[in-house]
């Protein structure tokens, strides 16, 4: 049994896109967060070592998000997700990455991809196959 553990609104600031005025200028990037964790432990014993330190998770997502632009939010989404699941207590995780200054000439509010990867239970290493939470 897993738990959901989420954490929305992580701003970042960074030069990710396929256009050159996008890498020269950057922009903001928001990040959602929903991690499957058994909390059961930590409830019992109200012990931080005993759940997924999601203040340490966001500080390392952040510092993913910061470095080495990529041209597209999927390749950034694959990026944060590798980074969740390398925390041992989180068995899967759904990474939402908005985009709200894409370079879109339309009114919009945002975009947004969501991406679901799961730890894989026998050899203990993440997939890259878009599976729903279970």
Request: proline residues 3%; charged residues 30%.
């Amino acid at each position: 049994m897993v738990d959901e553990l989420s954490i929305t609104g992580v701003e970042c600031f960074a030069h990710h896109g396929v256009f050159d005025h996008e890498r020269r200028d950057g922009q903001v990037f928001v990040i959602d967060l929903v991690l499957g964790v058994d909390t059961r432990a930590a409830a019992a014993s109200d012990d931080l070592a005993d759940t997924a330190d999601y203040g340490t998770l966001v500080d390392s997502v952040k510092a993913a998000v910061e470095r080495d632009p990529v041209d597209l939010i999927e390749t950034l989404a694959q990026r944060i997700a590798d980074v969740v699941l390398l925390e041992g207590r989180v068995e899967w995780t759904r990474v939402t990455v908005h985009k709200p200054d894409a370079p879109i000439q339309a009114t919009f509010a945002d975009v947004q991809l969501t991406i679901t990867r799961r730890r894989e239970a026998s050899a203990g290493e993440r997939t890259g196959k878009a599976e729903g939470p279970a």
